[in-house]
């Protein structure tokens, strides 16, 4: 038994963040001589999140960083050399240990900008290179990409809801899944628009601001809120935001205005009081009210309690006082909706003798679920303010034709052709040539400026939490209809 079961995890070789299927399947190719026919995959989703209108592109700067480090250690094949199977043989003979021994990661990944507004069926990522390495990357990217993703668009939408002025503070590492799952949230909590994490560990690997007050034990611990304040105060003299509702809120709140008296006689001021249980409504707009009438018009009111994107815009709505916003719970675990159900599927392949491509397709019996051949390229049309009009997905591999037409690959009767001239941007740019990495990553704080831009861009009926606009998203129309050809060719044809 593993006696570091948590300082022991990440070691200097992460190769094995992946689905034994994966390594599976990358036998398979090496034995069947397949391993370096060149592939393309493409990562995206097909819903946006929370039932929303869009989603916030993350986690790349992650994926860029398992891929640059994806090597094979001596104890990853000694493990894999250790797996046996049903007939208790090795799973994996020793020469195909030896070939991932070898393996260097060599592919072209093109991806779309961290903090980028995305959309359904759009790629995020295109994987370009020999089979078994983009089919082997599959899992790590995955999961990398779709938590961050998901957390990021969260947070995206509280801070929709909070408003540009007030403050959003990440609260939620108690309730995180575990020490990766919080800190990776606290990265894609800021990235989507978070101003500030409580996560130590995250402000120091990622620069994120931190913030906090203290826990209702601190009241309790001295017996007398006033004792308790004031002896915050004496240790934070500059920076004290005093929890209010140990007690009685109101009450509390005349308790902290008698400290900030005396710590402004001092030469300090107050910077907050907390509200973290009751009608944060009613209970705001009275402390707001105490703190106004005493002076003390610039004491910040920070609210908590399991908020999230609805309660607040109903708070704000309510005319709560409150200008600062604890979210825990609910933005880290993204407690409405699990998980983001982001895929990772192949679009194209080539054939034996290296000419030319066979594109492939995934079908179901659910349209939404049939994948889309092709090398993709992600185009976003935008109207004379640059702000985004419609998003076109079309095939690198095959020349554009000089009429645009975009096609609701859902829905065929739903065409939109493209202005002659029309402005736009490619989406997906290159990450990595021949395994090299050709693009300088933005900062963190860089990816949060940008993904604030891209979702003011948006039209406010994209944006809104109840039944939002769907964002135009086609197929160029040649692809659209390669793509029904392909379904058809695909699927049986049985006699009615």
Same mark, same amino acid.
């Given at each position: 038994m593993n006696s570091a079961p948590l300082s022991g995890l990440y070691g200097p070789s992460l190769a094995l963040v992946t689905d034994l299927y994966q390594l599976t399947m990358a036998y398979g190719y090496w034995q069947q001589g397949m391993q370096d026919r060149e592939a393309v995959f493409h990562l995206y989703f097909r819903k946006a999140p929370f039932q929303g209108g869009y989603a916030v592109a993350a986690g790349l700067a992650l994926a860029v960083d398992w891929l640059e480090h994806l090597r094979f250690s001596d104890d990853d094949l000694a493990y894999l050399g250790g797996l046996r199977g049903s007939q208790g043989t090795p799973l994996f003979p020793p020469a195909f240990l030896a070939y991932l021994r070898d393996l260097k990661f060599t592919c072209n990944v093109d991806a779309v900008p961290e903090g980028t507004v995305v959309f359904g069926n759009e790629p995020l990522l295109r994987i370009q290179g020999p089979l078994l390495q983009a089919q082997l990357v599959e899992t790590a990217l995955l999961t990398l990409v779709n938590f961050q993703t998901l957390i990021a668009t969260k947070a995206a939408r509280i801070r929709e809801a909070a408003g540009p002025d007030d403050q959003v503070l990440e609260f939620g590492l108690r309730r995180a899944q575990g020490f990766d799952g919080g800190l990776g949230a606290s990265r894609a909590a800021y990235l989507g628009g978070a101003n500030a994490t409580s996560n130590?560990?995250?402000?120091?690997?990622?620069?994120? =601001?931190?913030?906090?007050? !203290?826990? !209702?034990?601190?009241?309790?611990?001295f017996g007398d809120e006033e004792k308790a304040f004031a002896a915050y105060a004496q240790a934070f003299p500059d920076d004290s935001v005093f929890l209010v509702d140990t007690y009685d809120t109101l009450d509390g709140v005349r308790?902290?205005?008698?400290?900030?008296?005396?710590?402004?006689?001092?030469? !300090?001021?107050?910077?907050?009081?907390?509200?973290?249980?009751?009608?944060?409504?009613?209970?705001?707009?009275?402390?707001?009210?105490?703190?106004?009438?005493?002076?003390?018009?610039?004491? !910040?009111?920070?609210a908590s309690n399991d908020l999230e994107e609805n309660l607040i815009a109903s708070l704000r709505q309510q005319g709560a006082r409150i200008d600062t916003w604890g979210v825990g719970t609910q933005l880290v675990t993204a407690y409405n909706q699990a998980a983001l159900g982001g895929v990772y599927k192949l679009a194209a392949l080539r054939p034996a003798d290296g000419t030319g491509w066979d594109f492939t397709i995934k079908l179901s019996e659910q349209l939404a679920k049939?994948?889309? =051949?092709?090398?993709?390229?992600?185009?976003?049309?935008?109207?004379?303010?640059?702000?985004?009009?419609?998003?076109?997905?079309?095939?690198?591999?095959?020349?554009? =034709?000089?009429?645009?037409?975009?096609?609701?690959?859902?829905?065929?009767?739903?065409r939109r052709p493209v202005r002659p001239g029309a402005p736009f941007r490619e989406l997906l740019e290159p990450v990595f040539r021949q395994g090299q990495r050709v693009l300088e990553l933005p900062t963190l704080a860089e990816s949060r400026a940008l993904a604030q831009r891209e979702v003011a861009s948006l039209d406010p009926a994209v944006r809104r939490f109840l039944n939002p606009h769907t964002y135009p998203v086609g197929l160029e129309l040649s692809l659209y209809d390669y793509r029904t050809q392909l379904i058809l060719e695909k699927r049986p044809q049985r006699p009615a």
């Open positions: 130590v560990l995250a402000g120091q690997r990622y620069g994120i =601001p931190v913030r906090g007050t !203290h826990a !209702h034990s601190w009241v309790m611990s308790h902290a205005i008698e400290v900030a008296r005396q710590m402004r006689q001092n030469g !300090h001021e107050l910077g907050g009081i907390r509200l973290d249980s009751g009608d944060l409504a009613y209970l705001s707009r009275g402390a707001r009210a105490l703190l106004d009438e005493a002076g003390f018009d610039k004491v !910040h009111i920070v049939t994948s889309i =051949p092709g090398i993709l390229q992600v185009r976003r049309y935008l109207d004379d303010h640059g702000r985004p009009r419609a998003d076109m997905l079309y095939n690198t591999a095959a020349p554009l =034709p000089e009429t645009l037409t975009l096609v609701d690959p859902n829905d065929a009767t739903r």
